[in-house]
């Protein structure tokens, strides 16, 4: 019988809604974590009155309305709706792909006319598919939205945030954006979805209540006395690095950002705005004060705050931020899996730890099944 049931490694939302329900679950905890502040890729700094999101930019969206009351519970949240901007040589575009986004292309209204241009510019990949699934982003982006799309707005945009030729990379990733045949803007086709007022520290301290936790502890360089503290330990790191990268790393991409805190009270207008083009070298500029526009405080503010994001490859040492889920990367995962189903004490979860791409939402409702089946 050790002092603490659990220990968690990282303190982003999966090890805090781990470490939440254990809690309520009557479960003494400790949470660890190698950075220097709670909440992972979540956290934000505020910097003269704006929450700046430090990780790049976090909409928190859902349909289910569990989630939602939970979160809304430790904090509330704001309407925010994500509706992002594209730029591509000189001229913008509505995202995700709807309506407006087919006038501003095609100068067309109605959405017959666009589902036919669509159409016609798909016809070459259905006829190159012949049936079979797409098996690469570039398949697939041409089967979902045709030619035009495809060189505009996504294939620049892909390859500067994964590094890879959309011929080289999952289909997948792709799948997520709504294509709409509708005026309207919103990027996400779920429910619910918002901001939390203040920050997103506040949603992350809410669940950490009552709960101890220590910041700037490196598991990794002190994995004897931090296995001795727990009967069990909640591994939210990269899973190839718990293995010494015994097999050799994943791939992630991560993300580098140059931000500016300018002195006029708004840059651009919009939360989020994307540059396609393949020569533009940033992916986005975030101008974070629009998250949080409704507060009064928010809006008084003089300054905006910028950040260009800049996607680079992972390297150690690095905040890795996607898993590059291509076949390679995957089979690989599986090897070290296979390691992680064996251990009695020890459970992964997460985006490192599981490889593999989650939101807010469903990583908060996956740690609260893996807490609920390990019980
Ligand atoms: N994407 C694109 N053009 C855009 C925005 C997104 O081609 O203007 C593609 C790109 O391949 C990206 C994927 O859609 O990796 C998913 O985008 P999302 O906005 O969900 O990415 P995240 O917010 O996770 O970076």
């Given at each position: 019988m050790k002092y603490y049931d659990y220990l968690i490694v990282g303190s982003g939302l999966f090890g805090a809604t781990f470490a939440y329900c254990a809690r309520l679950a009557g479960k003494r905890c400790l949470v660890i974590d190698r950075?220097?502040?709670?909440?992972?890729?979540a956290y934000c700094e505020n910097v003269g009155g704006i929450n700046v999101h430090v990780y790049g930019p976090h909409i928190f969206h859902t349909s289910n309305r569990k989630i939602w009351d939970l979160v809304n519970t430790i904090v509330p949240f704001n309407s925010f709706i994500n509706k992002p901007l594209a730029t591509y040589k000189d001229k913008t575009y509505n995202l995700p792909f709807n309506m407006n986004t087919f006038r501003q292309l095609w100068?067309?209204?109605?959405a017959d006319e666009a589902r036919d241009i669509i159409n016609r510019q798909r016809q070459d990949v259905i006829e190159k598919l012949a049936g079979r699934e797409p098996e690469n982003l570039e398949e697939q982006a041409l089967m979902l939205v045709g030619r035009d799309i495809y060189e505009i707005l996504i294939k620049g945009y892909t390859e500067k945030q994964w590094g890879r030729l959309c011929s080289e990379?999952?289909?997948?990733?792709?799948?997520r954006l709504p294509v709409r045949f509708t005026f309207d803007n919103n990027y996400f086709n779920d429910v619910y979805q918002g901001i939390p007022i203040g920050g997103y520290n506040r949603l992350i301290d809410g669940l950490l209540v009552g709960i101890e936790t220590r910041t700037g502890v490196d598991f990794i360089n002190h994995r004897e006395e931090c296995i001795n503290l727990a009967d069990k330990v909640v591994f939210t790191g990269q899973i190839d690095e718990y293995y010494n990268f015994r097999y050799g790393p994943l791939e992630f991409r991560s993300v580098r950002f140059e931000n500016e805190d300018i002195?006029?009270?708004?840059?651009?207008?919009?939360a989020v705005i994307n540059y396609t083009e393949r020569d533009v070298p940033f992916t986005r500029t975030i101008e974070h004060k629009h998250f949080e526009m409704f507060g009064d405080e928010v809006q008084k503010c003089s300054h905006t705050v910028v950040s260009k994001e800049f996607s680079v490859e992972w390297m150690k040492g690095m905040e890795p931020y996607?898993?590059?889920?291509?076949a390679k990367n995957n089979n690989l995962y599986l090897k070290y899996k296979a390691l992680a189903d064996s251990e009695k004490n020890v459970i992964f979860g997460g985006r490192l730890a599981e490889y593999k791409y989650y939101d807010m939402a469903p990583v908060m409702e996956r740690a609260i099944e893996t807490f609920q089946s390990n019980l």
């Amino acid at each position: 019988m050790k002092y603490y049931d659990y220990l968690i490694v990282g303190s982003g939302l999966f090890g805090a809604t781990f470490a939440y329900c254990a809690r309520l679950a009557g479960k003494r905890c400790l949470v660890i974590d190698r950075r220097n502040h709670l909440g992972g890729n979540a956290y934000c700094e505020n910097v003269g009155g704006i929450n700046v999101h430090v990780y790049g930019p976090h909409i928190f969206h859902t349909s289910n309305r569990k989630i939602w009351d939970l979160v809304n519970t430790i904090v509330p949240f704001n309407s925010f709706i994500n509706k992002p901007l594209a730029t591509y040589k000189d001229k913008t575009y509505n995202l995700p792909f709807n309506m407006n986004t087919f006038r501003q292309l095609w100068n067309v209204e109605c959405a017959d006319e666009a589902r036919d241009i669509i159409n016609r510019q798909r016809q070459d990949v259905i006829e190159k598919l012949a049936g079979r699934e797409p098996e690469n982003l570039e398949e697939q982006a041409l089967m979902l939205v045709g030619r035009d799309i495809y060189e505009i707005l996504i294939k620049g945009y892909t390859e500067k945030q994964w590094g890879r030729l959309c011929s080289e990379l999952p289909a997948f990733i792709i799948k997520r954006l709504p294509v709409r045949f509708t005026f309207d803007n919103n990027y996400f086709n779920d429910v619910y979805q918002g901001i939390p007022i203040g920050g997103y520290n506040r949603l992350i301290d809410g669940l950490l209540v009552g709960i101890e936790t220590r910041t700037g502890v490196d598991f990794i360089n002190h994995r004897e006395e931090c296995i001795n503290l727990a009967d069990k330990v909640v591994f939210t790191g990269q899973i190839d690095e718990y293995y010494n990268f015994r097999y050799g790393p994943l791939e992630f991409r991560s993300v580098r950002f140059e931000n500016e805190d300018i002195n006029i009270s708004d840059f651009q207008g919009n939360a989020v705005i994307n540059y396609t083009e393949r020569d533009v070298p940033f992916t986005r500029t975030i101008e974070h004060k629009h998250f949080e526009m409704f507060g009064d405080e928010v809006q008084k503010c003089s300054h905006t705050v910028v950040s260009k994001e800049f996607s680079v490859e992972w390297m150690k040492g690095m905040e890795p931020y996607y898993p590059v889920n291509d076949a390679k990367n995957n089979n690989l995962y599986l090897k070290y899996k296979a390691l992680a189903d064996s251990e009695k004490n020890v459970i992964f979860g997460g985006r490192l730890a599981e490889y593999k791409y989650y939101d807010m939402a469903p990583v908060m409702e996956r740690a609260i099944e893996t807490f609920q089946s390990n019980l």
